[in-house]
Structure formats: C-alpha cells, structure tokens
C-alpha cells in the first residue's frame, strides 16, 4: 500500500510541475493588470494629442491660466481638502504639451525666491488651499496640501512680502492629517 501511494503521489508531482508555467503566467498577468490598474489619469495622455481628449476624460478644467507663450494652462484641483492638483500645458493650437501632477516637491522647488510673484504660483499650482496675512511679519502666505514620497502628508507654504514677491518657502505638516497638531 505505501508503494502504492508514493506512485500515486509521483504522478500528481510531475503534472503540478508541469503548471507551473501557467500559475507563473497567471501570477504575471494579475501583477500586470494590477499595476495598470495604477497608472494615474495625468499619465495617459501624450504631446501632441488634442486637448479634447483630456477634457473629455477629466471633465472641464477648474482653473485656466494663460500662458507666456501664447498657450493655455488647465487645471483640475483638489484642493482645499485633496492633495493633488493635475496641470496640462495646452499650446495655441489647441495641442497637448505635457500633463503632470504638480502638488510634488520637484514642482515646488522650481520656485526662485526672490523672482517668483504671486501670480507664478497660481499658473504653476492654481489656487491654495489656505492662505493668511501675519501682520508683524507683513507676510501673506499661500499654503498648499501634498503627500511626500506617497507617505507623510505636508503643506507646502510660499510666503510673499508686501508687493507680491516670494521670499520663502516652508514645508510644514498638515494640521488636519498629524495627529499632534489635531488638537489646537
């Protein structure tokens, strides 16, 4: 009986390597499907494209913006509460330039302190989701939400002085997401 079995055994071993292959496969098609499932809305656009097609996925732009080369800057926000705020530069014939999620430090840190106005961080990331005077200082300060590195929620602030010039920028946590600051 136990020769029996150990055959019985051997012949299910080799048809279960002979799977393999297949539960590989499927294993690398659900991964994939998953990952595609992924891919942001900003990413599945390209130059050149019309810009109806954005449009027609994303809806009608929140926040339109000239740009200096003649284009135009469309903007979907989710500010004040959501932490992303999707930008696609169209040209003048009405072509897609790039789309991007701009609410991201490698955005932010595109702004030159002591150049940059007021209205350069509105075309670059529409409007904040706060902004405040502080009187002593005689700042007014623009704050926006984001997630760095996909983990720490954070407000990206850019504090202009009387005349509309920036002259510094802070990254601070969001009140509304750490939990030591949710108290005050």
């Not at 499927?26 to 499932?37: E, P, Q």
């Not at 202009?160 to 509304?176: A, C, I």
Request: positive net charge; hydrophobic residues 40%; glycine residues 6%.
């Amino acid at each position: 009986m136990l020769t029996r079995s150990a055959r019985v055994v051997d012949c299910v071993a080799p048809a279960a390597r002979r799977s393999t292959p297949l539960r590989r496969a499927a294993v690398i098609c659900v991964a994939a499907l998953t990952l595609a499932g992924c891919v942001q809305p900003w990413q599945q656009f390209h130059a050149g494209q019309d810009q109806s097609a954005i449009i027609a996925r994303m809806g009608p732009p929140r926040e339109i913006h000239q740009l200096p080369d003649g284009g135009r800057r469309l903007m979907w926000p989710t500010q004040p509460m959501g932490t992303t705020t999707v930008a696609a530069d169209i040209d003048s014939s009405g072509q897609i330039v790039n789309v991007r999620q701009v609410l991201q430090i490698r955005e932010f840190n595109r702004a030159v302190i002591g150049t940059w106005t007021r209205e350069d961080v509105l075309i670059n990331f529409g409007q904040p989701a706060q902004t405040a005077f502080f009187r002593l200082s005689q700042r007014e300060v623009w704050s926006y939400r984001y997630v760095e590195n996909n983990i720490t929620h954070l407000m990206f602030n850019f504090s202009f002085d009387t005349s509309g010039v920036l002259r510094e920028t802070l990254r601070t946590p969001d009140p509304l997401r750490d939990r030591d600051f949710r108290r005050f």
